[in-house]
């Protein structure tokens, strides 16, 4: 076999052609010298209009256009026979046009930003050798490289050994400690289920995550059991309030078996006090999984990881380095303190055409079995390389520029008319409502809060059809509509 | 803000420094032109070391090293300090060469390989613009895309209309299915949960995927309550053996709630007879999902699609483009023929911070919370741009050539001494065993079969070490290790 087919070798083949029904099968069907002049041509697209446009301020973050009308402006549309490349180089074109730039630095629509070209290197290495990180033999490089990542991460949890896993989201390692906890109470619900036994009960901040609800229901707990603890003031779980629930889970005769505590919730960036949690946790003998998907990466800042003080002593910690560490979705990992092969027993299903017992190399690196998919993605790589360049420094100097940045605009609200702070925060996430001068007068009543509720749509419709920010907001627990402003991006400053 | 940072302007900036908690404000961290820089020259390594040897058969397919080794290779050890971008692009060198090469026309160990130049051009966009799909204001071409490739998807099942979701793995699809029939079968598992229900029972054949297991035991179902039922020689499962264990299930008391058939079993390739299996369904009730994952892209070919005959009577399918389509890993749909919302109401769990419903834009578009998870790549995207480039005639061209090369390999393996084909295959799969000269003469008997089990694995080792060849093993039911060939990759030919 060549590389490239020119129109020579094609017609010398035609003539000796392996025919098998009615395909001929000598030589490859594809020119991969155009294939490649192709990739070439479009990734300058790519370099020119979202790379280097990334961090320029004088950009849009969005060109907006309504879903009917991007329909027709976009040839979404599959036919019976392909485009050329010109025409597809125009698509590809167009999807970046009316594609969001969430590295832009006035994206802070969610909670993640900005650019990091280390694990952008990474991610383009393995969507060119496609991987599949479950056995040794076919990602040696990737299973090394989650091995290692993993256990740095271990580290920085303070636990002396454990395991983990990298998986497609924070939503699905909740999940994955779920069910962790679950094995370990009850290990025969693996081959049993959950009929006929009493019902499992679980606790989480009314603060937490909504993947808690959907990670009941889809492991067939039922969002019933999921026990909602209320919080503070300021958005952290109430230790008394835990143990109350617990005691009335008992006292209902059903069985508790996991407290998942929030380090870093979604909206106002509070941490559940991990120390007092555990300390019940202990007492009761119940699993305690953290939420640290948000604010696990605090813990690589010297200065800032006492936020997460007592994590040492959770069973499992759900962490995303592609949150305010910049690794790329998605990069998520389940840790766990166990280190006797819990994880592996708990979701292995020993495939044989997979997971061969009589391989020629030490099989224990074939650490697939321990994940509820088969294909997956080597998303620890990204995180590597990203660490490699920037060193824990790099990391930590992240992490303090995006609470500093957070501190500077918290004053800035304060200083600012018709900015009122909703919270000082204790993390990233800036809350903060807008009150425009028709408003600044009026009387503090329902009407107020019922006008104000409306500002926050209205300005954000504003902003992403101007282009110039994009910016998230939502009503929280009673209170109308605000602004959560979380600034990650390397690229902003203060400007 | 300026595109890169030149030294004056930082002295200058260092005068007038916002300073806030020791971080200095104004003023990228990141020099952007450094790092676009890196990108371009990672760029140049991938284009030559992967991309441009994907289709050379000269090239070895691994460069095996033992883990031990391979660790003392590769300097994985993440420091207090960063790397230089040259050693940084040396480490870029080192993965590549010490990573399988997937696309190597030699690949044949997993259900995928080969490249395809536009889904991979798609993925380093998307990669670049790093979007998560879960609301309209965030992805916007990427959910348009999705929506017009699932509506394709649908047709080529056969439903006028239905509904889906892109998600991480054939695995992911089997539980999304399984999690749907329960909740029709009965909604209020979703907020009470299983305890205290009947036994719900499922039914799938013996040569499924081992993902049905993880499903069962991961959705608190329990892998006690999957009742395997008998195949045929060929793998496929037997109907009236369908029809006695949920008869069976019935007398027990249980609950039977869902069927799962396999279009393109993983070992054989077998496709299970589903307008039979389809009328056991309707006669009982039971939902139907079809795990296609595999033998789904059988359905853009005219000639191959009877293979799936009786699909469009399923409530569910789960169909991996990434497979046989070369769509890259993960490129996974799970369909559903209900468009009554069913998928939405299962899995919904309405956050308010990201699926406000006082948006200024039809929020019917922000499919996000029909997911499992709440951050979520965007990939139906690769595979429509792939189909875009190649029409579904090129698409209906590679399975047409991957069936042939198959036969082909078929009638060689007949033709050719020492070897023997396990079973004429009726997919990709081509399952033999090679019998070495000291074999050939020994008489058929238990000694036989143990001294021919221990042959694939010492032939496959042997392939591995000198880098030539990757090809699937296994024991399967009874028989001992045999060869399982799968040839997709459009650059492999019949030399």
Redesign the interface.
Known sequence: ?E?GICKQDMLQKKKNA?L????I??????D?KA??K???E??KI??EE???K????TEKV?E????ET??KI?D????????SHQK?LQ??QD??Q??????H?RFF??L?AG?D??S??A???T??????VYT???????L??EE??IK?MIEFIGWEEGDGIFN?????SN?YAM?LA?YKFCPE????????????VLFTSEEC???M??A??????????VYFIKTDERGKMIPEELEKQVQRARKEGSAPFLVCATAGT??LGAFDPLDEIADICEKHGLWLHVDASWGGSALISR?HCRLLHGIHRADSVAWNP?KMLLA???CCALLVKDNSGLLKKC?S??????F?Q?????VS?DTGDKS??????PDA?KF??M????????LE??V??A???A??LV?EIKKREGFQLLLEPEYANVCFWYIPPSLRKMEDGPEFWQKLH?VA??I??RM?KKGSM?L?????RGKV?FF?QVVIS??????
């Not at 907006?64 to 879903?67: E, H, K, V």
Request: charged residues 20%.
């Open positions: 076999m590389v392996v098998v029904d009615g395909v099968l000598n030589g490859p069907i594809m991969s294939g490649e192709f990739v070439e479009a990734c790519i370099m979202v790379i280097q990334a961090n320029d301020v969005c907006w256009r309504a879903p991007l329909k976009l979404l549309e599959m036919r019976d026979t392909g485009e597809l698509l590809c999807v970046i009316y594609s969001v730039k969430t590295s630095p629509n969610q993640y650019i070209y280390y952008l290197v991610r383009f290495i969507e060119a050798l496609n991987p599949s040794y033999e076919v990602s040696p490089v990737f090394l490289v290692t990542v740095k497609p989201g924070g939503s699905v999940m069910n679950r619900i693996k081959e049993k289920g959950l009929s006929g036994l009493p019902r499992l995550h909504y993947s609800k959907k009941a229901s889809f492991l067939g707990i039922g969002t019933e059991n979604t909206v200065k592609h790329g979705i998605q979701y299903a020993k495939a044989a055409y997979l061969q009589d391989k020629f190399y030490d690196y509820i998919q088969c294909s997956r993605r790589f590597w390389l660490w490699k360049a920037l060193g824990t420094t790099g100097e992240r303090n520029r609470l500093a940045l501190r500077y004053e409306e749509p209205i954000k419709e992403m994009m998230g907001y939502q009503p929280h509509n959560r390397p690229q902003k400053d203060s400007g």
